[in-house]
């Protein structure tokens, strides 16, 4: 959970507190001390409560809105609530859960207070009493299972300050930034302890306070792949991980030269991300082996650029949106059958630079120190890297079709004529994200229209897919209650042999990756993002289609229409809304824009009409005064010498 300066129902609180105060409630609040992050990126510490309401006719989940919640939060203390009441066997359609946080800042953002949610709301259902000598951290699915989150080490500090016994942190983050954080929770007097799920928090959490905790064991199971036949169109993915694996290995041979302690924690999480992109590669997994070599780096980044100061980060800022501006993708000059995907996929990355590099350009200048920002700039920087990666790839791929005898392969495309494809695509992921909020899924569109704005409608396409294709999973998981019943929505590997685009292979490829880990793990995490992934692939496949029909409609030489015919026939896309009453069924606007500026004008009059009415008010009183105070006359004389009221 973060908490920056400066849903669900939300808006309702002091209704939902109206009825706790109406009756049918018991009148003890759970409170629990939870640990976050400011906008600064130190530690810090909330206090958050739970009560329960007989709502009968009024049931749900409310968040007080001071500060404010982002959506993400609201989701996460929905999911929490119904794993409590699931816990406990209570019947949430009648019952109102409340939670509130008393944070220094505006926002509440992310999924990490998903734990304490669910404690809270489990003291409440059950009655039990939640011990007051620890704090929790880590997301919370809808099985139960604990996922990881941000900025565990800094949570630790500050629960140290707080004078607490016990933190729990998510299965496999005791260790972070270079830090055991077991280590030195020991040395304060702390003890630090993972947990893989809401029943191993729960046996802690109602303990009563100030009794040993035996820390839960976890069994390390192996990784049980199935080695794949790869399509042929995937192949040049495997080059790309094995760049990607190389530069791992050679970072973590650096860090262990510099043989300190931190560096050595870090090493030795990269040479398990090494052996895990080794083990994917021999598989044929080509994109999961690049993608966890990838992940590995972008941490290992971050710790080195850890001790950067303000003044240092703010140059690498400006360096990295002078790198971003000045990179241009040479895949040579032309979109052919043969490696427009690729190219799409080049474009999208150096897109996500771009907006990475841009969000920085504004929030560093204004930062106290650099922690908060610095993955978003060592993804940015690798993003740039695999973006002029992927161009290369596509520029030999033209180059391998345009010498061969295959003439489909050799046609150049026009992208030019996929742009009402990609708008297209962009308007059904926003009507998606409208009904179901994913927080990737909104970054991904904005992306996608910002390509649309520049005129890389494939690349767009690419992002559109990913918005409309994670809203989709967000949608289907929302009903999930157990692991088992999100494992059978995902398919098998039999599916792969139907997939024709580039893209959808290697992500339908990375989604079978995902669900072994979670055979292996039992995490709902894992099990979630192979549904994204299936559904990311269904959607480049279907556009794949429509985009080379598209682009093949009209050769590139054709006369281009001008830039006024362009602007007259442009499709504006706008911005999704969670809840909106004027947002109808498909997204689509109730109202036609002239209706909505007419409006606007009308209400823009009239406010002008109550502010002239109200001086002409104002002066009249000023006149009134000014005669009483200089001739003291009472009322009725005053009115005898006062002028007329004006017309």
Not at 32 to 53: E, F, K, R, W, Y
Not at 99 to 111: C, L, T
Not at 305 to 331: G, M, W
Not at 480 to 493: P, S, T, W
């Amino acid at each position: 959970m973060n908490g920056k300066k400066n849903g669900f129902k939300t808006g309702l609180f002091s209704f939902a507190l109206l009825l706790i105060l109406a009756g049918g409630f018991c009148a003890a609040l759970s409170t629990m001390n939870v640990p976050a992050m400011d906008a600064a990126g130190n530690g810090m510490i909330t206090t958050m409560q739970a009560s329960l309401a007989d709502a009968p006719g009024s049931s749900g989940v409310f968040l007080d809105t001071t500060p404010f919640t982002s959506v993400e939060t609201q989701q996460s203390a929905e999911i929490a609530a119904r794993l409590a009441a699931r816990k406990t066997g209570v019947d949430l359609r009648n019952k109102a859960v409340l939670y509130s946080v008393n944070a220094d800042a505006e926002i509440i953002d992310g999924p990490s207070g998903g734990v304490a949610f669910s404690l809270l709301a489990y003291a409440e259902f059950s009655g039990k009493r939640l011990r007051t000598d620890f704090a929790a951290t880590g997301s919370v699915a809808q099985d139960g299972s604990v996922g990881k989150v941000g900025g565990v080490a800094q949570k630790l500090e500050a629960v140290r300050n707080a004078r607490l016994k016990f933190f729990l942190v998510p299965l496999g983050q005791s260790v972070a930034q270079g830090v055991d954080l077991q280590q030195l929770g020991g040395q304060w007097g702390l003890s630090v302890i993972e947990i893989a799920s809401f029943d191993e928090a729960a046996a802690i959490a109602f303990a009563p306070t100030g009794s040993p905790v035996v820390a839960p064991k976890h069994e390390q199971k192996p990784l049980l792949l199935a080695a794949l036949n790869p399509p042929k169109e995937s192949l040049f993915m495997r080059s790309l991980a094995v760049s990607e694996i190389d530069s791992l290995s050679r970072l973590a041979d650096g860090l262990d030269a510099k043989n300190d302690n931190s560096s050595r924690l870090v090493t030795k999480a990269l040479r398990e991300s090494l052996n895990l992109s080794r083990q994917l590669l021999e598989k044929n997994y080509y994109y999961s082996a690049a993608n966890a070599a990838f992940v590995a780096q972008v941490a290992a980044q971050s710790f080195l650029l850890s001790n950067y100061s303000k003044n240092d980060f703010q140059a690498a800022v400006n360096a990295l949106a002078v790198r971003v501006n000045d990179t241009r993708l040479d895949y040579g000059g032309a979109f052919y059958a043969s490696n427009w995907e690729i190219v799409a996929g080049a474009q999208a990355r150096l897109a996500w630079a771009r907006d990475k590099a841009g969000k920085l350009a504004e929030k560093a200048p204004a930062a106290v120190k650099p922690l908060p920002f610095l993955e978003d700039y060592a993804s940015a920087q690798a993003w740039i890297k695999a973006s002029e990666t992927l161009a290369a790839a596509a520029k030999n791929a033209a180059s391998a079709s345009n010498s061969g005898s295959g003439v489909e392969s050799s046609v150049a495309l026009n992208e030019a004529a996929a742009r009402g494809v990609a708008e297209a695509l962009a308007a059904e992921a926003n009507a998606s994200l409208s009904k179901a909020y994913d927080v990737d899924a909104e970054w991904h569109l904005a992306v996608a229209r910002e390509s649309i704005s520049r005129g890389d409608y494939a690349a767009a396409s690419f992002d559109s897919c990913f918005a409309l294709g994670f809203s989709r999973a967000r949608a289907k998981i929302e009903v999930i209650e157990k692991e088992e019943d999100l494992a059978a929505l995902v398919g098998g590997e039999s599916a792969l042999a139907g997939f024709k685009s580039v893209w959808a292979q290697l992500y339908y490829v990375n989604s079978l990756y995902n669900a072994a880990e979670a055979n292996r793990t039992g995490d709902f995490a894992y099990s979630y993002n192979a549904l994204k992934l299936q559904e990311l692939a269904s959607c480049l496949e279907k556009s794949k289609a429509e985009l080379e029909a598209a682009m093949l409609s009209q050769s590139p030489q054709s006369p281009q229409s001008s830039v006024a015919e362009q602007a007259a026939s442009e499709t504006a896309v706008g911005g999704f809304e969670i809840a909106s009453a004027g947002v109808g069924a498909g997204g689509e606007q109730c109202f036609p824009r002239s209706f909505v500026v007419a409006a606007l004008i009308a209400l823009a009059v009239l406010f002008a009409l109550i502010v002239f009415a109200v001086l002409l008010l104002h002066l009249r009183m000023r006149e009134k005064y000014a005669v009483r105070e200089k001739y003291g006359l009472n009322e009725k004389q005053k009115k005898a010498i006062l002028p007329k009221k004006r017309k």
